[in-house]
């Protein structure tokens, strides 16, 4: 059981967001002494006069994330071993921890509050803290850019609304660069996706260090219930499609349905998507591949498909009765044709008629 003495923050957000800036800017504050983990010394470039006059510490730990998404064992050994050096020093305020910019917090979080809850350890993870670019969120993800949709630039808008979702501070950085109008399109757009964060606008990462720390404790479950994504998960299905519109006029619901898509369909409703969706994500499979699960996720504008892992019905059988015998509920919904295959899609948004979607949707199923 983790004492609480020594508060961790979890600084994420993608390339260019400007964590490096807020980084600096946390470790030049007077009178506060602080540590910094991160995957790029090299980025920081932090002024030896700095760390000198102010007794903080930068130490580099590459966090390794594996295909899956699991850092679990990089948690558990050099990088908590380095967290644990540095909570020896007993006049340490805090410890900051920048995630590389591709990374998903919802999984260093995790790992990071099971080896807190299982360990003797003195630190734990305070914070949550995701980094906005509000310039590009209002370029990329509210307004068309004029070039041609590029597939990469859909895995990277994404990839934020994914850091967005899961945090407890939004750090609205870049703010100069938009009108007040501007702004607050970001922030109703933001409150859409991320329900319960608090929001923070700042230029240059200008964000005084008791922001951070004088706040209620990261709660990890309910974190990951603020998001629109996990509360549509969660919520009820109600014979009223009106009935759950939030105080934004965002409504959501889940869509499920066994059959595989066509990949041609599908591909043609992500090239069409509804103006009205706002954000959707969820695992999907296509016909013509009855072994891999597919991710889908939208964001605005922006949509990407990417192969994950494989269905467990597509295992060799003798694989799956070795699991069985950990998890013997494995094949409670096991469908007969298709076994543990399905689509659960989360579709967000708003002014939509559910009944059109469903429409367009099911006309992507594979014809029997």
């Known amino acids: 059981m983790s004492l609480r003495e020594v508060p961790v923050v979890l600084i994420t957000g993608y390339l260019g967001s400007g964590k490096t800036t807020l980084m600096q800017h946390l470790l030049s504050q007077e009178e506060r002494k602080v540590a910094l983990i991160v995957n790029d010394m090299g980025s920081i470039n932090i002024d030896a006069s700095i760390l000198s006059k102010t007794g903080n510490k930068v130490a580099q730990v590459e966090l390794v994330e594996m295909q899956n998404g699991c850092i679990c064992c990089t948690l558990k050994d050099e990088f908590m071993e380095e967290i644990e050096r540095l909570a020896d020093d007993k006049e340490l305020e805090a410890i900051f921890v920048e995630a590389s910019g591709i990374s998903e917090p919802s999984s260093i979080a995790g790992a990071f509050v099971s080896y807190e809850m299982s360990t003797d350890t003195r630190v734990y993870l305070k914070t949550v803290v995701s980094v906005v670019d509000v310039d590009r969120i209002y370029k990329e993800f509210l307004n068309s850019l004029e070039e041609e949709d590029d597939h990469e630039e859909g895995d990277v808008i994404n990839l934020i609304m ?19 109008a501007q702004l607050q399109e970001v922030k109703t757009a933001l409150r859409n996706i991320q329900k319960e964060a608090q929001m923070i606008p700042c230029m240059q990462g200008n964000v005084d260090l008791e922001v951070l720390l004088d706040r209620e404790d990261f709660d990890f479950d309910e974190c990951l219930a603020s998001s629109s994504v996990q509360q549509a998960l969660n919520g009820c299905e109600p014979e009223d499609e009106n009935a759950c519109v939030d ?76 699991l069985e015998k950990d998890f013997p509920d494995i094949r409670e919904d096991w469908d007969p044709v298709y076994g543990d295959r399905a689509n659960q899609v989360v579709f967000i948004g708003k002014g939509y008629e559910k009944s059109e979607i469903l429409k367009l949707v099911d006309a992507c199923i594979e014809k029997a």
């Open 162 to 180: 994914d850091q967005i979702e899961f945090c407890n501070v939004m750090l609205l950085n870049k703010t100069d660069l938009l009108s007040d």
């Open 247 to 322: 105080e934004y006029g965002i409504s959501s619901f889940v869509y499920e349905e066994q059959r595989p898509f066509n990949r041609e369909a599908f591909n043609k409703f992500v090239d069409e998507y509804p103006e009205t969706l706002i954000r959707s994500k969820g695992y999907i499979w296509f016909s013509d591949d009855w072994k891999h699960i597919q991710l889908f996720e939208q964001a605005g504008r922006n949509a990407s498909i990417t192969e994950m892992t494989e269905w467990v019905c597509s295992w060799p059988e003798k694989e799956i009765a070795e």
